[in-house]
Structures are given as C-alpha cells and as structure tokens.
C-alpha cells in the first residue's frame, strides 16, 4: 500500500512538469511581438533612409541585429527548455532540427544562454558607444560628458559580469562533466 501511494505521488510529481507547458507557449506570443516590432523597425528604416544620417542608420540596425538577437534567445528557452524540462520533441527525421538540439541538457542550455546575452549585451554596448561618440562630437558641457561616462563605464560592468559568469558556468560544468565521465569510468 505504501509502495502504491509513493508510486502515484511520483507520477503525480512528474506530471507536474507540463504545468511549464503554458510558459514555453507564452514565450512563443512574446516572439511574434519581437517579430511585431522587427517588421515595425525595418519600415521605419526603409521608409526614412533618405532623411537617416550613418549613423542614425546603424543605430537602427543594431537595433534589429538586437531584436533578432533576443528572438534567438527566446527560441532557445522555448525549444531547449522544452525539451530538457518537459518532454522530448519528436524531430528525429526533421530535416531542419538544429544541431544543437540533439544534445542540449540544462548545463549546455545555461551556457548557450549566457552567450546569446554576452551577444545582446556586445549589441547595447556598442550603440552606447556609437551614441556617446556622437553626443561628444556635438561637444555638450563637463556635466553632461561626465554622466555619459558613468553610464557607459556602468553597462561596461554589465557587459564584464555576463561574461565572467559565461566563463565560470562553462568552467562549473567541463568540471561536472570530467567529474562524471570519470565516476563512469571508476563504475567499470
């Protein structure tokens, strides 16, 4: 009787995971409005090119490098999560399945993440800098320069976190990974 009740309990533990079914679908709508917002941009660009100066133009391609950046990220989350947390996609036979698909598990997951945000966080820094570069050609007062400075010397700090974290999640994992393999090992 007891052996029963843990069974149905596990099971019932187990099934939970489809509650994460509803979260992975709402990352899906948030994508079509970064798809929303792709296509609203690239209107704005097209539309407007002539009265654009060079670097107004790439600020507004960063952005859309950017935007396609995040829409990556989320399609990683939805796919990778997906399959590591709730169940296996049957794509076997797909012939566009990702590489990466085949062997995603939560370590490979978090590290792939933390690149796509080192990528995004390149992507503001640089506009940062495009940004600072004009508003300083345009030669504002001490105060304002000073600010400017904070501020880019502010998301350079976030940009040196999210890599330093990439760094220490890939080192954390090769380090589980050699541990396992190497418990394997010792098993046989």
């Known amino acids: 009787m007891k052996k029963d009740a843990s069974h149905h309990l596990e099971a019932f533990l187990f099934g939970s995971r489809w509650l994460q ?32 100066t060079e670097v107004d133009i790439m600020l507004i391609v960063l952005g859309l490098i950017d935007v396609v950046m995040v829409a990556n990220l989320l399609l990683m989350v939805i796919v990778g999560g997906y399959q590591t947390f709730v169940s296996r996609l049957d794509l076997d036979d797909h012939p566009d399945q990702p590489e990466w698909l085949s062997h995603v598990n939560a370590g490979v997951l978090k590290i792939k993440l933390a690149t796509a945000l080192i990528g995004i966080s390149s992507i503001h820094l640089l506009k940062t800098f495009i940004e600072v570069g004009s508003k300083m050609a345009q030669a504002p007062d001490a105060f304002a320069l000073t600010r400017l400075e904070h501020g880019v010397l502010f998301q350079i700090g976030i940009h040196l976190t999210f890599v330093l974290s990439a760094l220490v999640m890939a080192y954390t994992d090769r380090i589980m990974n050699s541990t396992l393999l190497l418990n394997k090992d010792l098993e046989h």
């Open 21 to 52: 079914a509803p979260l992975y679908l709402g990352l899906v709508f948030a994508q079509g409005v970064y798809v929303f917002k792709f296509l609203q941009e690239l209107i704005h660009l097209v539309t407007h090119a002539v009265s654009f």
